[in-house]
């Protein structure tokens, strides 16, 4: 039997209504802040992510699942949503359009690393990117995006980590010092934090390696580092998140993954996932535009991992409260063919009702065993009876009560107060 393949997992019925609420979430409170949604090709080519994301990050390395096509092009699934995104407002002149864009994605995106409880090959995120504004307040309205989004699917109880890596002159002046701190320590580090080292030392701070960790708590903070510009971009955020009641804690050690961030970085974080306690997280990236041969532009955004996300949501919720169960289960003893049944049909549905019939011929008795499994608020019984008297009989199935209608003023019939 052919299985699928390792690190994907099928999203079946009886667990689609919690991505669905999800994904209403992501919709309804993306627009409540005038989000609108940008849709990319789930592959690109190469480069836009060795360029974007940075050649010594563990995607590029050993995660992007890479390919080359008929016309010997490397072509890579997306690993990761802001350098697409970046790519498509460039290509498509966005940012000329308008000079502040509000925009949000969602879909699969794939890596491969081992698989995990939440952590698949095929995953999904949700993103928001503000692009065009170098202030303060835009690092917070993604922060207050992102706070809200996870408050209206349900989940309280997570934290807010913040962190500044400053702007270029800042971070150079700390690189310079984090490297004297830890060619002290080179030997005793993680082959991976070794490696690291060569190219990119500040991602020595984001290993999970636990000798690694006791090493960087004693390493310089790149906060004592921060310049005057970089000092007042951090305190505005801090500010606005303070009187927006966003409760946040400042993580010195937190550098994220990727090699655009600058500035504001921050993450968020439920124990609700045990040792693996990242939701998702996002930060500032003004260098990135550059990075594609278009002219600096100021932007600001993060991602959340949806699976992480639905395995809290299966904790804090009953999923029988999510399922949108039948209005009506039609029990009936007429042909399926017969005008009467078939035209009742058709109205209950353009009445946007949520209608089920059987389509297996079985007896009256069968069908209204079957109402009741799939949960239906009514059954509508119809056979020869209804027919010639030109009505339908309705059955309650909470507690049995019948009516007759007459089948001309069921339009007229307000089926959500019965």
């Keep these: 039997m052919i299985q699928s393949v390792r690190g994907t997992k099928d999203i079946l019925p009886d667990d689609i209504h919690l991505w669905n609420f999800v994904e209403g979430v992501f919709k309804k409170i993306s627009s409540s802040y005038g989000y609108s949604e940008l849709r990319t090709p789930i592959f690109e080519k190469t480069e836009v992510f060795v360029r974007s994301i940075g050649e010594e990050t563990d995607i590029v390395n050993k995660e992007m699942y890479s390919f080359l096509d008929r016309s010997n092009e490397s072509i890579t699934l997306r690993p990761e949503g802001t350098a697409p995104l970046v790519r498509a407002v460039i290509q498509n002149s966005l940012i000329q359009q308008s000079n502040l864009l509000r925009l949000w994605y969602y879909g699969p995106f794939f890596r491969y690393e081992r698989p995990q409880k939440g ?164 930060g500032r990236y003004n260098q990135l535009f550059t990075e594609f041969g278009a002219k600096q532009t100021p932007a600001v955004g993060f991602a959340f991992g949806v699976e992480r996300l639905i395995i809290i949501l299966e904790k804090i919720i009953e999923k029988d409260k999510l399922v949108q169960k039948p209005d009506i289960f039609i029990v009936s003893g007429l042909n399926p063919d017969d005008d009467y049944y078939i035209s009742l049909v058709k109205k209950l549905r353009n009445m946007n009702l949520k209608v089920i019939t059987d389509l297996n011929r079985r007896s009256f008795k069968a069908q209204m065993k079957e109402s009741n499994r799939v949960g239906a608020k009514f059954a509508l019984l119809l056979g020869d009876d209804e027919k010639n008297s030109n009505n339908i009989t309705l059955k309650r199935l909470e507690d049995g009560f019948q009516q007759t209608i007459a089948f001309d003023s069921i339009e007229n019939f307000n089926f959500d107060n019965q």
């Design 119 to 282: 952590r698949q090959r095929q995953f999904h995120q949700y993103g928001a990117e503000c692009i065009g504004s170098e202030f303060p307040e835009s690092d917070a309205e993604i922060i207050s995006l992102a706070c809200d989004i996870l408050k209206g699917i349900g989940i309280k109880n997570f934290k807010v980590l913040i962190n500044s890596l400053g702007n270029n002159d800042s971070r150079d002046k700390y690189r310079e010092e984090l490297i004297a701190y830890l060619s002290n320590h080179l030997s005793e580090l993680s082959e991976d934090s070794r490696r690291r080292f060569e190219k990119n030392p500040l991602r020595v701070l984001d290993s999970k390696d636990e000798k690694d960790i006791e090493i960087t708590n004693s390493a310089p903070s790149i906060l004592d580092f921060l310049d005057k510009e970089s000092i007042e971009h951090f305190e505005g955020v801090k500010k606005i998140l303070t009187k927006l009641d966003i409760d946040f804690t400042i993580h010195p050690k937190l550098v994220r993954g990727l090699d655009y961030y600058n500035h504001t970085v921050f993450e968020f974080q439920s124990s609700e996932l045990g040792a693996q306690d990242s939701i998702g997280g996002g």
